[in-house]
């Protein structure tokens, strides 16, 4: 049997990255902090890999350098060193030099919002306006279809409240993609509860 390694109270990112719990879970750090992170539902996990394939199949079809990334470590520009967030989607434009934990200068961050998880996901999204490569930040719901997008203004300020979409054309401005927000939520049970279908 493997020991589990003690959670430490307080770490760097640098000693984040070289911590190995061995429990299996997910982990992130947040002011640091280690958080442990529990393992997506099935509604989460359909709309995190639907995504990450719309988007995925938009950035090949424009050609360039953007990529998408799933669960990939993102280090806020406020308290960088204690500070190393995990969304469930991010994409990149620049090149990526090196192999590493964390994405350097990601333009789109996508969050999945579960009823459980809403402070420390909203947590998440604020920490990530300190980013500056940051344009477009998605939050979708995982409860109910819908989703809110804050977008970074021609002043680099960011508005008050975002922009909610209940239904029509979800659009994100920082990659030129749209798509009606049912597709996004094709392959869950949300979708087929609103059209009647099996629940």
Not at 21 to 38: F, I
Not at 133 to 162: C, F, M, N, Q, T
């Amino acid at each position: 049997m493997t020991a589990l390694a003690k959670i430490p109270v307080r770490m760097s990112v640098d000693e984040f990255l070289a911590w190995e719990p061995g429990d299996g879970r997910a982990w992130q750090l947040v002011d640091g902090e280690p958080q442990a992170m529990s393992p997506a539902n099935l509604t989460h996990s359909a709309l995190q890999s639907e995504l990450a394939r719309l988007i995925g199949n938009h950035l090949l079809a424009q050609g360039g350098k953007c990529s998408t990334f799933t669960a990939p470590g993102v280090v806020p520009h406020v308290n960088a060193k204690i500070n190393m967030r995990v969304p469930d989607l991010a994409v990149a434009c620049a090149t990526i030099a090196t192999e590493g934990t964390a994405l350097p200068d990601p333009m789109l961050i996508v969050e999945i919002l579960s009823p459980s998880n809403q402070v420390q996901t909203w947590a998440n999204v604020w920490s990530y306006t300190t980013i500056p490569s940051v344009r477009e930040i998605l939050v979708l719901k995982s409860a109910a279809i819908g989703a809110e997008v804050l977008r970074r203004g021609a002043d680099g300020g960011w508005p008050r409240e975002p922009e909610r979409v209940a239904d029509g054309e979800l659009r994100l401005e920082s990659i030129g993609f749209a798509v009606p927000l049912a597709e996004v939520y094709a392959r869950t049970r949300l979708r087929r509860s609103s059209e009647g279908g099996v629940r």
